[in-house]
Nanobody, 124 residues
Framework: QVQLVESGGGLVQAGGSLRLSCAGS????????MGWFRQAPGKEREFVAV????????YYADSLKGRFTISRDNGKKMVYLQMNGLEPNDTAVYYC?????????????????WGQGTQVTVSS
């Protein structure tokens, strides 16, 4: 079993940056692909990025390529989401999730474990 706790959210001005962190627990952490999703007010949760269990492969939502970067440190059981050039429409609750697969997918139904989320608010 994997437990996930996100941190690093907050209030930032448009154009700013934030780095979200996700701390995992459980000895099988490195056996999971890890993903980030987000849910804006009044909208469905959407895929942001996913990273393979070795960290060698990443995949991003098309609209976020070039601004967001996902990474992981299996030794520390951590996953990160570096967000640059933030825009007001990036405002959302961001969730970390674990998928029992090597490469990962963008479908939230494939993810088995979820964190509680961290709020990101971008002001204009």
């Amino acid at each position: 079993q994997v437990q996930l706790v996100e941190s690093g959210g907050g209030l930032v001005q448009a154009g700013g940056s934030l780095r979200l962190s996700c701390a995992g627990s459980g000895h099988t952490f490195s056996n999971y692909a890890m993903g980030w999703f987000r849910q804006a007010p009044g909208k469905e949760r959407e895929f942001v990025a996913v990273i393979s269990w070795t960290g060698s492969a990443t995949y991003y939502a098309d609209s976020l390529k070039g601004r967001f970067t996902i990474s992981r440190d299996n030794g520390k059981k951590m996953v990160y989401l570096q967000m640059n050039g933030l825009e007001p429409n990036d405002t959302a609750v961001y969730y970390c999730a674990a998928e029992p697969s090597a490469l990962g997918t963008k479908s939230e139904t494939d993810f088995e474990y979820w964190g509680q989320g961290t709020q990101v608010t971008v002001s204009s």
